[in-house]
């Protein structure tokens, strides 16, 4: 009998993880479970591009529909895993099937955080291309925007939102906005630029309370101020999906549990993407990444080891966010730096920060630079670490180094 892999999710890591195993020569049964029913789309630019109106449903697609039938991905849409059986390598779906697998490769994602007060349940929250139709629809209707949560994605659901001449307010409960993975010197970049647009930042309160008022909201802050919004989004947060997999007995602690070639504690079930809990390398710890990247190394490692080609994962984290004319684009892991150095000009919003520890380099930012930030996943691949001379002499090819 042939091989037979089933994915379950069809986001950056199951997409990446289909390709990658018809690209590497698996000759067996792919299956390909996606809850969501539109054909498979990139979620970055749902708070980007997309909802500017610059991205069409088309451009933001994986692949075309033809691609899994060339490539014999059967590919069920609307369809979810809704029930594991390791000991039989049996999974159910909500279609009522019942697939034997030889491998399963779990790429379910996140769910988006939710509110949890009373009258919060016409809050919006942006994860799938229905919640970016729903909230382009509202967009255009509303005129007074509330923004709950100053992260990457309610920070540029502002500046779209902004740009679309809209009054946006967002509510952060940290003094600083993306407070979790920014220092200052970047952070404050962001939030300068968002007021200069306009945007009003609520910093250092929370939400105490919503309550709907005909078509709008009276939202009372922890500070007793209150704000009227015609549309409220809430960006504050996803928590793994990790309910088939726990219910199956898969070790999970915030994501499901894997090693470095991505098994879970079942070795013929792996684990990928936002789902998933892994001891990276950069951070030194176990934690969870939400990102492009992640998901599609992580695929990319599983599929090496499914193939009898067993490579650890060691890929360099990075991410993007774009708000406005700021590009920025984050190589490394930052937490616990304890100096850094800049290249570049501040002034012009377009520099790089270096972050190290103990004289190491950790992490690198770069806004507005991207020749920088290529050549920091190298630096921090190669685990070469520049001199400050090095870094802030913008002649010097930092290329040089590696
Ligand atoms: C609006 C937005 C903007 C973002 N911007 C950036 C960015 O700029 N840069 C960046 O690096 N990252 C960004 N991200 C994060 C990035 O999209 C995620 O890290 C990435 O999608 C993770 O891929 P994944 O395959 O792990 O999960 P997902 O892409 O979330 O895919 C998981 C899929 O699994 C499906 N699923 C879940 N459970 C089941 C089940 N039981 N049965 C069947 N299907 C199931 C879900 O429906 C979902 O489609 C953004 C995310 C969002 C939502």
Same mark, same amino acid.
């Given at each position: 009998?042939?091989?037979?892999?089933v994915?379950v999710?069809?986001g950056?890591g199951?997409?990446?993880?289909?390709?990658?195993?018809?690209?590497?020569?698996?000759e067996?049964?792919i299956t390909?479970l996606?809850e969501?029913?539109a054909?498979?789309?990139?979620k970055?630019?749902?708070?980007k591009?997309?909802?500017?109106?610059?991205?069409t449903?088309e451009?933001?697609?994986?692949?075309s529909?033809?691609?899994?039938t060339t490539n014999?991905?059967d590919?069920?849409?609307g369809?979810?895993?809704?029930h594991?059986?390791?000991?039989?390598?049996q999974?159910?779906?909500?279609?009522?099937?019942?697939?034997?697998?030889?491998?399963?490769?779990?790429a379910t994602?996140a769910?988006?955080?939710?509110l949890?007060?009373?009258?919060?349940d016409?809050?919006?929250?942006l994860?799938?291309?229905a919640?970016?139709?729903?909230?382009?629809?509202?967009?255009?209707?509303?005129?007074?925007?509330?923004?709950?949560?100053?992260?990457?994605?309610?920070l540029e659901l502002? *500046?779209?939102?902004v740009?679309?001449?809209?009054?946006?307010?967002?509510?952060?409960?940290?003094?600083?906005?993306?407070?979790?993975?920014l220092?200052p010197v970047?952070s404050?970049?962001?939030?300068?630029?968002h007021?200069?647009?306009?945007?009003?930042?609520?910093?250092?309160?929370?939400?105490?309370a919503?309550?709907?008022?005909?078509?709008?909201h009276?939202l009372?802050?922890?500070?007793?101020?209150?704000?009227? *919004?015609d549309?409220v989004?809430?960006?504050i947060?996803?928590?793994a999906e990790?309910?088939? *997999?726990a219910?199956a007995g898969l070790?999970c602690?915030?994501?499901?549990?894997?090693?470095e070639?991505?098994?879970?504690?079942?070795?013929d079930?792996?684990?990928i993407g936002?789902?998933?809990?892994?001891?990276?390398?950069?951070?030194?710890?176990?934690l969870?990444?939400?990102s492009?990247q992640?998901?599609?190394d992580?695929?990319?490692?599983?599929?090496?080891?499914?193939?009898?080609?067993p490579?650890?994962?060691?890929a360099v984290?990075?991410?993007?966010?774009?708000?406005y004319?700021?590009k920025l684009q984050?190589?490394?892991?930052?937490?616990?730096f304890?100096?850094?150095?800049?290249?570049?000009?501040?002034?012009?919003?377009?520099?790089s920060?270096y972050?190290f520890?103990?004289g190491k380099?950790?992490a690198?930012?770069?806004?507005?630079?991207p020749?920088?930030?290529?050549?920091?996943?190298?630096l921090?691949?190669?685990?070469v670490?520049p001199?400050?001379a090095?870094?802030?002499?913008?002649?010097?090819?930092?290329?040089?180094v590696?």
């Amino acid at each position: 009998m042939k091989p037979r892999i089933v994915i379950v999710g069809a986001g950056h890591g199951g997409i990446q993880a289909a390709a990658s195993l018809r690209e590497e020569g698996f000759e067996g049964d792919i299956t390909l479970l996606s809850e969501d029913p539109a054909l498979p789309y990139q979620k970055p630019p749902l708070s980007k591009g997309y909802l500017q109106g610059k991205q069409t449903d088309e451009a933001i697609l994986f692949r075309s529909a033809n691609w899994y039938t060339t490539n014999q991905i059967d590919l069920q849409l609307g369809v979810s895993a809704t029930h594991l059986d390791p000991a039989t390598h049996q999974l159910t779906t909500s279609a009522g099937d019942t697939l034997t697998y030889t491998h399963l490769i779990l790429a379910t994602g996140a769910a988006n955080r939710r509110l949890p007060l009373p009258g919060a349940d016409e809050v919006l929250y942006l994860r799938t291309l229905a919640d970016a139709q729903q909230i382009g629809d509202r967009l255009a209707q509303a005129e007074r925007v509330a923004i709950i949560g100053g992260g990457f994605i309610g920070l540029e659901l502002a *500046a779209v939102a902004v740009e679309k001449g809209k009054a946006v307010t967002v509510i952060e409960y940290q003094p600083r906005l993306m407070q979790r993975v920014l220092p200052p010197v970047i952070s404050d970049v962001f939030g300068r630029t968002h007021l200069q647009h306009g945007v009003q930042l609520r910093l250092g309160v929370g939400l105490q309370a919503i309550q709907k008022q005909g078509h709008s909201h009276t939202l009372t802050l922890t500070d007793g101020q209150s704000l009227t *919004a015609d549309l409220v989004v809430a960006g504050i947060g996803v928590i793994a999906e990790t309910g088939l *997999a726990a219910s199956a007995g898969l070790v999970c602690e915030d994501g499901i549990r894997i090693n470095e070639y991505g098994q879970t504690s079942v070795p013929d079930i792996y684990a990928i993407g936002d789902c998933a809990a892994h001891d990276n390398p950069y951070a030194g710890k176990c934690l969870r990444l939400e990102s492009v990247q992640n998901a599609v190394d992580q695929a990319k490692t599983v599929v090496s080891h499914l193939l009898g080609n067993p490579r650890p994962y060691r890929a360099v984290p990075w991410f993007w966010t774009n708000q406005y004319h700021l590009k920025l684009q984050m190589a490394g892991i930052s937490a616990g730096f304890d100096t850094y150095v800049i290249r570049g000009d501040e002034a012009a919003d377009k520099f790089s920060v270096y972050y190290f520890k103990a004289g190491k380099l950790l992490a690198v930012d770069s806004l507005n630079r991207p020749a920088d930030h290529l050549n920091a996943r190298k630096l921090l691949e190669a685990g070469v670490t520049p001199t400050e001379a090095q870094i802030t002499d913008l002649i010097f090819n930092l290329n040089g180094v590696l």
